[in-house]
């Protein structure tokens, strides 16, 4: 199983448009029969006028496969890549590996947070591993939606998202988590595996598989 993050960087202004042609258009077109579509987001806060979507294949060879059998579908050639092209900035993509399965939220609604972590090198696997332990005692505090950790273009990259009612909801649970001594002494047993760290907050488009 592989997974795949892709980050769209919209020119400025042209960020609505992408969202109506990839609703209208595009998720249509290629539904979920190529590649498994786990969400579609965008930023509320850092860099702005992106689009994040996360894809799901059995492996990178279907991956593939699978965008092969896509360059054939007409809608998607004619009626939607030359429609978004001209919007586009930039495109970035990553290829993750899931350290668990993703959770939707319980409920609809409500902000996610991607946390990306570059770690010191060969360190991306332990510290995961280590995380896994953790998960349960900080899954009382906010839902995980998934733990992945780094494969291409950058191996030492461990990445987390979590699910939150609010902005606020997310900065009191924030508080509360750094009084936890449970918590305290796993960032005690992490170390210094972590040497640089990023975290987006998400907002789910309406076409998102995940609300």
Do not use: C
């Not at 919209?10 to 609703?23: D, I």
């Not at 969400?39 to 996360?54: A, M, R, S």
């Amino acid at each position: 199983m592989i997974h795949e993050l892709r980050v769209y960087t919209l020119k400025p202004g042209k960020l609505g448009e992408y969202l109506n042609l990839a609703k209208t258009v595009g998720r249509p077109a290629r539904g979920q029969n190529y590649g498994v579509n786990l969400g579609y987001w965008t930023p509320e806060f850092g860099t702005l006028n992106q689009v994040w979507h996360i894809w799901s294949y059995d492996s990178l060879d279907e991956r593939a496969r699978l965008r092969g059998e896509l360059a054939k579908n007409e809608a998607w050639t004619r009626d939607y890549i030359p429609a978004i092209r001209p919007l586009l900035e930039r495109q970035d993509i990553r290829f993750i590996n899931p350290m668990k399965d993703v959770v939707a939220p319980v409920e609809e609604g409500g902000v996610y947070e991607m946390r990306i972590y570059r770690t010191e090198m060969g360190a991306a696997r332990p510290y995961a591993e280590e995380y896994l332990k953790i998960m349960p005692h900080r899954e009382t505090y906010s839902r995980n939606v998934g733990l992945w950790i780094g494969e291409s273009p950058q191996p030492n990259e461990v990445l987390h998202m979590w699910n939150y009612k609010s902005a606020d909801a997310r900065a009191a649970i924030r508080r509360e988590l750094f009084k936890d001594q449970e918590w305290l002494a796993y960032l005690k047993r992490q170390g210094t595996r972590v040497v640089e760290m990023q975290s987006t907050l998400l907002i789910p488009t309406d076409y998102s598989t995940m609300k």
